[in-house]
């Protein structure tokens, strides 16, 4: 149970934070964080998740990362259900410890978004369905070439939340304009679930395409990160 607990609290962590900076801090006036600053407190949660409870769960803190691993053959099939599960609750919470802040303020509305993630009218860019679709898909394919790669027995050691936090940054600074950027299902439904309406609607998106986007990252890092064989040692003399 405590690999659940770490992984509910990192999720619960990663969408406060992350959710968080966009609702209350991105346009405030005079000293809005922006998109930088965004893109910033997203890569920010996952690092210091990662040196806190990496070493108890793996700090997937992310659906779409637990698949991912189990496709790359990093994670067993047995623990994606729970995984899942203690991630999505997390990011509900989250959601709702950041609702009763920021509906502390007068004039907020839901209405306004809260952090979640669309396409086509909902998109802070007006990308279409398919923009967002291959974004979601391009992104999360990155990750999980960036995730494995950097946890790799072979990479320099201790790193690694370095490297993911970093590319979780990147990602962000690259599709914020796009689809809000989700790259994680737990993350959007767990600010969907109290906009209702589009948000919902449009949600599936969300989980399908960080899904399919981690399972093509991992088999195409199994395939280019695969150690070749030793040759043998007669043809090594030959």
């Not at 990093?74 to 991630?87: G, K, V």
């Not at 860019?125 to 992104?139: K, Q, T």
């Not at 969300?206 to 043998?232: C, D, M």
């Amino acid at each position: 149970m405590n690999k659940y607990g770490a992984e509910f609290f990192g999720t619960f962590w990663l969408v406060l934070g992350g959710c968080g900076s966009a609702v209350l801090a991105s346009a405030f006036p005079g000293m809005g964080i922006g998109l930088l600053g965004v893109s910033l407190a997203f890569g920010l949660t996952v690092l210091t998740m990662a040196f806190a409870i990496g070493h108890i769960s793996g700090c997937h803190l992310n659906p779409a990362v637990s698949i991912g691993l189990w496709a790359g053959g990093r994670f067993p099939a047995s623990e994606l259900l729970p995984y899942i599960l203690a991630q999505v609750f997390g990011g509900i919470v989250a959601g709702a410890v950041l609702y009763i802040i920021a509906s502390g303020q007068p004039g907020f509305e839901l209405s306004s978004g809260f952090a979640s993630n669309g396409y086509g009218d909902h998109s802070p860019g007006g990308y279409s369905l398919m923009a967002a679709l291959v974004c979601e898909v391009v992104m999360t394919l990155m990750f999980l070439i960036v995730i494995m790669g950097a946890t790799d027995a072979r990479a320099p050691a201790g790193f690694a939340p370095i490297a993911i936090g970093l590319c979780l940054t990147l990602i962000h600074l690259i599709s914020i304009p796009v689809t809000n950027t989700s790259v994680n299902p737990a993350r959007s439904t767990g600010v969907a679930i109290y906009v209702g309406d589009w948000a919902l609607a449009q949600l599936w998106l969300f989980w399908l395409a960080p899904i399919v986007g981690a399972i093509l990252g991992a088999s195409i890092y199994r395939f280019i990160g695969a150690e070749k064989p030793a040759r043998q040692a007669s043809l090594a003399v030959e």
